[in-house]
């Protein structure tokens, strides 16, 4: 209710990373933002890798991922705050439930590209994007690192399009397979096998066009 009060036109898909950043300022500015979620976490670093849907990553090695963030600390007005995404609250529950130690530091590493749809751009046999997720997978240092677990948020455009709607649950599956193939080759201790690696599937909002 808040955002929709705030402008009288909705924000078009490109500034729409500024018309967030504005309306934080002003839930700041009314003191609507809760405290304890506008406090940077210092042990929770937070890393946001952007890719574009349209780009085939396989072929064109010229465009660089953006690195919105590496390594920050978790905070609405900085790397996962701007733009931010579901990380923001994932990070604080983690860190309330599990990590409140402030000695104990833990990543959330955010790979990312709107509009995406599953086959053409995750899949390993023939995404754009797969070799970027896992170059970000292989990022680790196994001698202090390690993997903890894998969140997938994504499907909205794939619910568009009949064929990719009829496919995903099969192609979800083989990718989610693919996907903790490469995380145990990284780091085979942590879990006993690839199916031991804990997935997070996050549920697409219900919304009405």
């Given at each position: ?14 500034p ?122 292989q ?22 399009d ?20 490469e ?27």
């Amino acid at each position: 209710q808040l955002l929709r009060e705030a402008t009288s036109d909705p924000p078009t898909p490109w500034p729409v990373f500024e018309f967030m950043a504005k309306e934080l300022i002003h839930l700041k500015t009314e003191g609507l933002l809760v405290p304890q979620f506008e406090e940077p976490l210092t042990n929770v670093q937070c890393s946001f890798y952007q890719m574009d849907q349209s780009i085939d990553y396989r072929q064109d090695d010229s465009e660089a991922v953006k690195e919105l963030a590496v390594d920050h600390d978790l905070s609405p007005y900085a790397n996962c705050g701007i733009p931010y995404g579901p990380e923001l609250m994932f990070g604080h529950v983690l860190n309330n439930n599990y990590y409140s130690n402030e000695e104990q530091l833990f990543s959330i590493n955010k790979v990312a590209s709107g509009g995406s749809n599953m086959y053409k751009f995750w899949s390993k046999d023939n995404g754009f994007g797969w070799g970027e997720l896992v170059k970000q997978i292989q990022n680790v240092n196994p001698a202090t690192e390690e993997w903890k677990a894998f969140v997938w948020f994504q499907g909205e455009s794939d619910a568009f399009d009949a064929e990719n709607f009829n496919n995903y649950l099969q192609d979800l599956t083989q990718f989610i397979a693919d996907v903790r193939d490469e995380m145990y080759a990284v780091d085979s201790t942590t879990f006993d096998s690839p199916e031991d690696i804990p997935v997070l599937i996050v549920g697409m909002g219900c919304w009405i066009v």
